[in-house]
């Protein structure tokens, strides 16, 4: 195989992982439309469902491969036939199919889990990808709950999946677990001492238990994965997944890291707003890159900083990422400098003793009240004028 090797892959399970999130359930129709918003973004890969779970999902994996064209289409299973067979029958129209197979990995799950041993996990493992690989080419394994694994099994068992031919290892931290340093070193432990380790990608698949989601996987891809699973607005299990547009915007903010993807990040406004509301998940207004205040200054230090040149506070334009335009909020923190700008935009030109009047009389209103609209400006300015 050869690969760009600054190359990130985008895996999104927004649509798997993601959908598993309770209320967030889509038909088809709503799925197909969110996979070609996903193939216009750029994705490298759209894991579109778990077929063996649900006839609605093993129907929404036939219709997503009809669909899409660019983006390799991704189907999960557990590590055993009758998922692999239906997987492998729900991918018979894709371009691109891969089926993502996979274990647990940790002793707590083979223990408490399976209850089974990690000789019978490894040769689980290894016969599911080989399974696998009668009918596609491209075949994902994921080490569940790698992030609590013990490493020296981990790699052997990353070691010997890799031997039975999987072309991407998915390294988990199931559950959110892992501090950003361990799971980096986890990831560099693999690329060091798995021998044949250069024949797959490694994916990172991190959990925002800890809050800690895109952390650990800025660091696995610091470390040499290649790979990134992440979802929309960070949506997914309990606390939810990476999020791709954190990972995506990190990546170009630091270009130190010399690492690209191919995603058009001026289409995140968008796909978030679209995710939002087919999956009724409301986005926190705080969330980096698609919260509503994430290009909102309101401090008047901040704004007074902003208004002289937008970089004293601005580290990502919000125009690269769709949104339509950053915002001075009024608020009684807010300084002469932004009052003037909102009036200066409703054409209001006053003389800096106009404008002292107004202001005060703007501070009394913005005591009185949430945020203060144009109506209001408009307001202040005509009863200082009559
Ligand atoms: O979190 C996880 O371990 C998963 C696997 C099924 C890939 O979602
Ligand atoms: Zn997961």
Known sequence: MIHDPNKVYIFDTTLRDGEQVPGCQLDTNQKVEIAKSLELLGVDVIEAGFPVSSPGDFNSVIELSKAVTNPIICALTRANKNDIDVAADALRYAKRPR????????????????????????????????????????????????????IEFLAKMVEAVIAAGATVVNIPDTNGYCLPDQYGSKILFLKENVKNIDNAIISVHCHNDLGLATANSIAGLQNGARQVECTINGIGERAGNTSMEEVVMILKTHKVLGLNTSIDATQFYDISHTVRNQMNMPVQPNKAIVGANAFSHSSGIHQDGFLKNRENYEIIRPEDVGFPDATIVLTARSGRHALKHHLDRLGHKLEKDHLDIVYKQFLVLADSKQGINDHDLNQLVALHLA
């Open 99 to 150: 089926i993502h197979t996979g274990i647990g990995s940790s002793d707590f799950h083979i223990k408490h889990k399976f209850n089974s041993t990690r000789e019978d996990i490894l040769a689980r493992a290894v016969e599911a990808v080989k399974y696998a690989k009668k009918y596609v080419e491209d075949v994902e394994f994921y080490a569940e709950d790698a992030g609590r694994a013990d």
